[in-house]
């Protein structure tokens, strides 16, 4: 009797404890659920790359990623393999590091052969903190009305993230 007394003791103040921990607030992205109003930097000429350049009634995805990450090599190797699946597509892909890092990866990777793909740097570190990013890459797509459909996360299957409407 005594055990059971204090297992559910026990029980009583994880669950106490469990109710009182704060949770960490929804990012901002799951709260408006539009594409929203950013600026980066163009990495073929630095020229300002907005939300309003985006192409209307097109899906948008937008790819967080760093340049020097094994997986977001990988992954864009095996997206460029499959680039037809995204031919109705506007891929935005945006990293924060290194100005010369990102236009190495952007070059390395062919990116410039993809008119449907523009990529730059976050400079004010905007699409962390929107995005709540945690890991490399991460993709959050966006309908043909610039909703939010869905996020993910490190390995991304490319047919999977093609296949989101």
């Known amino acids: 009797m005594k055990y059971l007394v204090l297992a559910l003791s026990f ?10 921990t704060p949770k960490d607030p929804p990012a901002p992205y799951l709260k408006t659920k539009l594409i929203p109003k950013f600026t980066i930097a163009n990495i073929t000429d630095s020229s300002k790359f907005t939300n309003l350049d985006l192409p209307a009634g097109k899906k948008t995805i937008i790819i967080y990623f760093g340049p020097e990450c094994g997986h977001c090599t990988v992954f864009t190797k095996k997206m460029m393999d499959s680039i037809d699946l995204f031919k109705n597509t506007h891929i935005l892909m945006v990293s924060s590091f290194d100005y010369g890092k990102i236009k190495k990866f952007y070059e ?31 993709a959050f797509v966006y309908n043909t ?3 939010f459909v869905k996020k993910f996360e490190q390995e991304i299957e490319i047919k999977e993230l093609a296949g989101v409407k």
């Open 108 to 138: 390395d990777n062919n990116l410039a052969s993809c008119p449907f793909i523009s990529c730059g740097k976050d400079e004010n570190f905007f699409f962390i903190s929107h995005y709540g990013i945690r890991s490399f890459p991460s």
């Open 11 to 20: 029980c009583f103040v994880t669950i106490c404890i469990n109710a009182q």
């Open 145 to 147: 009305k610039g909703r």
